[in-house]
């Protein structure tokens, strides 16, 4: 069966510090990779999207960064927090793109 | 552009009620839609899409919706709700050949026994 892990759980970090989040897919081959951003009682925001290796695109510009160094790992990252940063943070995967999505836990971010 | 919109920010039911869940979208071309469901802070739990053919699709645990050309609408029912359907309800539209899932702002369903 396939699972998708995302961490951490949870951060606290400052403003102005790094940040690197993490999703992984297994039991899945080549599955599209997606990350949104939910704002606190608030819709959810594409962020980016990947369909292979290496390769993502970006749906909107938030001052992030995505990256897909494996075919079974995402990762959200950004050099400087901002405080509109704050928010849940989840990653999903669906086999192709007309396929439903499959979303992981989420990753709750507090910006300081 | 396309648009999602779920004009009901709060809907409260009793247990054993039946409930409709409103999604409009603005779109002119062939769209695909879908229902998404979240317990507090969790993740979302795919229920149901329409792609093509009949537009009444069936998804898990006894949810229904019907897809209108003509009104725009793709509306979420269910016949009978369990306390356990309390969640925010969120409708998602994407265009074909389009990898970016548009969400509506969501309906937090309370259900009172």
């Known amino acids: 069966a396939q699972t998708i892990h995302q961490w951490p759980v949870a951060e606290i970090k400052a403003v102005g510090s790094p940040l690197s989040l993490g999703c992984t897919i297994k039991?899945?081959?080549?599955?599209?990779l997606y990350w949104y951003w939910q704002a606190t009682g608030g819709t959810l925001q594409q962020l980016f999207y990947?369909?292979?290796?290496?390769?993502v695109e970006s749906v909107v510009q938030l001052n992030l960064s995505a990256s897909r160094p494996k075919d079974d790992q995402f990762i959200l990252s950004t050099e400087k927090l901002l405080l509109s940063h704050s928010g849940f943070y989840l990653c999903?995967?669906?086999?192709?793109?007309?396929?439903?999505?499959?979303f992981g836990p989420g990753t709750r971010l507090t910006v300081l | 552009t396309q648009t999602v919109s779920q004009s009901d920010a709060h809907v409260t039911v009793f247990e054993g009620d039946s409930v409709e869940l409103r999604c409009n979208y603005s779109?002119?071309?062939?769209?695909?839609l879908s229902w998404y469901i979240q317990h507090h802070g969790r993740g979302l739990q795919f229920l149901l899409k329409?792609?093509?053919?009949?537009?009444v699709v069936q998804g898990v645990n006894g949810f229904e919706a019907e897809f209108s050309k003509s009104d725009s609408s793709f509306h979420l029912r269910k016949a009978s709700v369990h306390w356990s359907d309390s969640a925010v309800y969120f409708c998602?539209?994407?265009?074909?050949?389009?990898?970016?899932?548009?969400f509506g702002s969501g309906t937090k369903l309370t259900v009172e026994p």
């Open positions: 999903a995967w669906s086999l192709g793109g007309r396929g439903e999505q499959y």
């Open positions: 039991g899945k081959s080549s599955p599209n």
């Open positions: 990947s369909i292979t290796v290496g390769q």
């Open positions: 779109y002119g071309g062939s769209i695909y």
């Open positions: 329409y792609y093509s053919g009949n537009p």
């Open positions: 998602a539209a994407r265009m074909p050949n389009y990898n970016v899932l548009y």
